[in-house]
Each structure stands twice: as structure tokens, then as C-alpha cells.
T-cell receptor, first 113, second 115 residues
């Protein structure tokens, strides 16, 4: 089975800190994604990457950046954390092609105080 | 606009009972529909995938149906267990989405199974 591993289950950071969320997948998937999930809003796409060093903005990229230096690793960066970025962050990966679904990581619950 | 709606928003049932969750979508063109189960504080896990030509698919006590004409899907859970307590998310893939960035997520149904 494909595994998508997020480095932290829970994080507490202070306002203004730079925050790194790491995601690693082990099955050579080309596509990787970062979502945030908030009650009543569902999953919203922040950024995705379709290849190494390639990235595309999703629906809510403001306040975030990403890095994909290696195929298996996709990092989400909060340049200056704010309280409205308190959320559940989900990483996912998939193979290229219509018909393939996501494999999600376990999620990182980030609290910004 | 591509949208996925789910009902009910939340549901409480007693252990051992059956239940049915609904998903309506307006995504076009349609490629496939997935049901995911998300335990509290965890990432979603795929339960089933339905393509255009499939009407019914089972995965243990979970049975998904798809009516592509009316653009409706349901997830039926038989003989519910406490471990079925979770959110169930319906996700529709547009037919033109090669990279996966246009998946359309429903808001989810929160199921609570009580002893």
C-alpha cells in the first residue's frame, strides 16, 4: 500500500513564526497536494505539484508556499503563521491520469496561538 | 459550477442498525465518484470508487450505488459498528482532470454510532 507520511500529528506555533509541514510518499507518485480542512468548509486545495520543482496554486494559496525538491517530498511553508491558519492540514499523492484517486496522509493539526 | 452536496449533514444511529448516506453532484463531464471515510483527527481513506458504467459496488458492510442519469450516489452501511463512527466524504472527479487538482469534494456526513 502507498504510504503518505506527515511528519507531525499535532503542532502548536506562535503568531509570526515560520512553519514547515513535511509530507513524504513512498510509491513514486507524480502528483502531490496540500489541503486544509475546516469545519463547515470541507477540504480546500492550497497548492499542488505535478512534478519535481513544479507547483501550482490551488484555491487558497495566500499565506502559504511550497517546495518540492525531490519526487517523494512535498513541503508546505507558512511564512508568517497567523491565527486564521489554525486548521487540519492534509497531504495527498496520486498517480497521473484520470481515474486515479488520492492517498491521504494522517493529517497535521496546526494551532497558531 | 461543479458542486457536490451530501445529506444528511450528521446522523446518529444505534449499533447494529443500517443507514444510508446521500451524495448529489453537478460535476460534468463525469469520470468517477469515490466515497472516503475519515476518522476523527485522521486523513480520509478510500472506501469505494464508482465509474460511469457501475451501478453498485460493495466493500464489506459498505455498499455504494451510482445513478449517473440523476447524478446521485448513496453509501449504505449495514449492521453498523461503533468503528463506523466517522465522517464520510463524497468526491467526484471531472472527466478532464489529469493531474487531480480539480477533484470536487462534498462537505461530508458525520455519522455517530451509539452502543
Amino acid at each position: 500500500d502507498v504510504k503518505v507520511t506527515q511528519s507531525s500529528r499535532y503542532l502548536v506555533k506562535r503568531t509570526g513564526e515560520k512553519v514547515f509541514l513535511e509530507c513524504v510518499q513512498d510509491m513514486d507518485h507524480e502528483n502531490m497536494f496540500w489541503y486544509r480542512q475546516d469545519p463547515g468548509l470541507g477540504l480546500r486545495l492550497i497548492y499542488f505539484s505535478y512534478d519535481v520543482k513544479m507547483k501550482e496554486k490551488g484555491d487558497i494559496p495566500e499565506g502559504y508556499s511550497v517546495s518540492r525538491e525531490k519526487k517523494e517530498r512535498f513541503s508546505l511553508i507558512l511564512e508568517s503563521a497567523s491565527t486564521n491558519q489554525t486548521s487540519m492540514y492534509l497531504c495527498a499523492s496520486r498517480l497521473v491520469g484520470v481515474g486515479y484517486g488520492y492517498t491521504f496522509g494522517s493529517g497535521t493539526r496546526l494551532t497558531v496561538v | 459550477k461543479n458542486q457536490v452536496e451530501q445529506s444528511p449533514q450528521s446522523l446518529i444511529i444505534l449499533e447494529g442498525k443500517n443507514c444510508t448516506l446521500q451524495c448529489n453532484y453537478t460535476v460534468s463531464p463525469f469520470s468517477n465518484l469515490r466515497w472516503y471515510k475519515q476518522d476523527t483527527g485522521r486523513g480520509p481513506v478510500s472506501l469505494t470508487i464508482m465509474t460511469f458504467s457501475e451501478n453498485t459496488k460493495s466493500n464489506g458492510r459498505y455498499t455504494a450505488t451510482l445513478d449517473a442519469d440523476t447524478k446521485q450516489s448513496s453509501l449504505h452501511i449495514t449492521a453498523s459498528q461503533l468503528s463506523d463512527s466517522a465522517s464520510y466524504i463524497c468526491v467526484v472527479t471531472p472527466g478532464t482532470d489529469n493531474y487531480g487538482q480539480n477533484f470536487v469534494f462534498g462537505p461530508g456526513t458525520r455519522l455517530s454510532v451509539l452502543p
